[in-house]
């Protein structure tokens, strides 16, 4: 089965990426939107997000509610998000519809309309997503990781400030429309039962009068990347720990992924063995790999009782450095195992592979097929894993912690 993948860049500077899946009967979309919350003011955080609530609230000769029918009656499984780079408009749908879901969202990114009436109610959608963030302990302390590890803009989170929302205006929300809604930097990606050919002319046309905008520079600052307590008066504590790592487009980030494999994908992974099994210290434990374009980090979570947090802290780091000294082949027999299923579930979903392609566009400036990927999953050894390991030890620790009592990072 091969990998049918097509690039187009447009004069406007929106590049298209389709891959032809025959085998299904879905397509999915994705249209990805230079405007996220790194490019907030930094006295406005929030305002991509609200921006993003406000453009789903009527376009072209749609209002509102036209806007929400028109994508049920098409079958679209529609969704919206913002991230640190983009605003994404997605949805997966019957192969037939594509055509018609992306019509409607060019009309989402020219021609909004911005209701003034519905920007109250835009607002407090934004306002309940904050303070849901707020509730949610767990995201709060490892929002503050990435805080603490990447500085800013590169560690903010889309919900921005209560501040800052409540205190924005239609004519801002308007102004990070116009200054942030650019082709030069988006990305429309199509997966599924698609005649490619026919799709890059009809998204030529759909988005044609789409205008390239200006790049405005951005100014990072550094993270602190200190150990940093934020007080809670509860039973639980919740502890996170990030460390450098290398990004996506590294040439050896597979090697970093297998190595965090190893350490927490699935229940035969060391940290839930050892952490939860063996030693029931927590009810959740995990470790991640987390990127940016230029940077990337591995991030861990571990969620438990004031009682044993301590030991949980000193397990989890134990485990880390225990890391380095390498793995063993029947962890990577398993760890090959789950990353061929995920692979093969990819095949089969539109969705997942149009996400996919889209995110490899942007990090890569190119796109892996799933046979290339499985080809690098093959070739993975010990012996390439633990040469990645030895040069990249995990070290550097940032610990975020959240609960009644500070902890002590061990020596």
């Known amino acids: 089965m091969t990998d049918p993948i097509e690039i187009h860049q447009y004069e406007n500077g929106l590049v298209l990426v389709t891959q032809c899946m025959d085998w299904v009967e879905s ?77 409607i969202h060019a ?7 911005l209701p003034a009436d519905q920007l109250e109610d835009a607002r407090l ?24 590890r990447y500085g800013d803009p590169w560690g903010r989170h889309s919900a ?30 199509v997966a599924g039962k698609i005649d490619a050919a026919r799709l890059r002319d009809t998204v030529g046309e759909l988005f044609a009068a789409w205008s390239p905008a200006p790049v405005p520079e951005q100014t990072p600052s550094a993270g602190n990347g200190t150990c940093t307590h934020l007080p809670h008066d509860s039973n639980q504590t919740h502890i996170t720990l990030g460390f450098p790592s290398v990004p996506y487009g590294h040439r050896d980030y597979y090697q970093a992924r297998a190595a965090v494999g190893v350490l927490s994908d699935g229940m035969s992974s060391r940290l839930f063995t050892e952490v939860r099994e063996r030693r029931g210290l927590c009810y959740a434990v995990y470790a991640v790999c987390h990127t940016l374009r230029d940077r990337g980090s591995v991030f861990c979570y571990a969620g438990t009782t004031t009682e044993r947090a301590q030991e949980t802290l000193d397990v989890i780091v134990h485990e880390l450095r225990q890391l380095a000294q390498g793995i ?50 093959d070739e993975l050894s010990c012996e390439s894993i633990n040469g990645y390991l030895a040069a990249h030890p995990p070290g550097a620790l940032t610990v975020v912690t959240l609960g009644q009592q500070p902890l002590e990072l061990p020596r």
């Open 107 to 113: 009309d989402l990114v020219l021609r909004p309309h």
């Open 328 to 377: 063993r082949a029947d962890e990577l027999q398993r760890l090959k195992a789950r990353l061929k299923s995920a692979l093969i579930m990819q095949q089969e979903s539109s969705a997942a592979r149009s996400g996919s392609i889209a995110a490899d566009w942007y990090y890569l400036g190119r796109v892996q097929t799933l046979a290339e990927v499985g080809r690098i999953v």
């Open 27 to 103: 397509a999915a979309f994705s249209l990805l939107v230079p405007a996220g919350c790194s490019r907030d003011p930094r006295s406005q955080l929030g305002l991509a997000n609200l921006t993003c609530e406000m453009a789903q609230r009527g376009c072209g000769a749609r209002d509102s509610r036209q806007f929400v029918n028109d994508l049920e009656n098409l079958g679209v499984d529609h969704n919206a998000s913002v991230s640190l780079a983009h605003t994404s408009f997605g949805g997966a749908m019957p192969a037939e519809c594509v055509e018609a879901a992306l019509a």
């Open 125 to 148: 959608s934004c306002i309940q997503e904050l303070r849901a963030l707020e509730d949610d302990l767990a995201q709060r302390a490892m929002h503050e990781l990435r805080r603490q």
């Open 160 to 189: 921005g400030t209560l501040d800052a929302i409540q205190r924005a205006k239609l004519e801002d929300v308007a102004q990070f429309h116009a200054a942030t809604y650019r082709p030069n930097g988006a990305i429309v990606s």
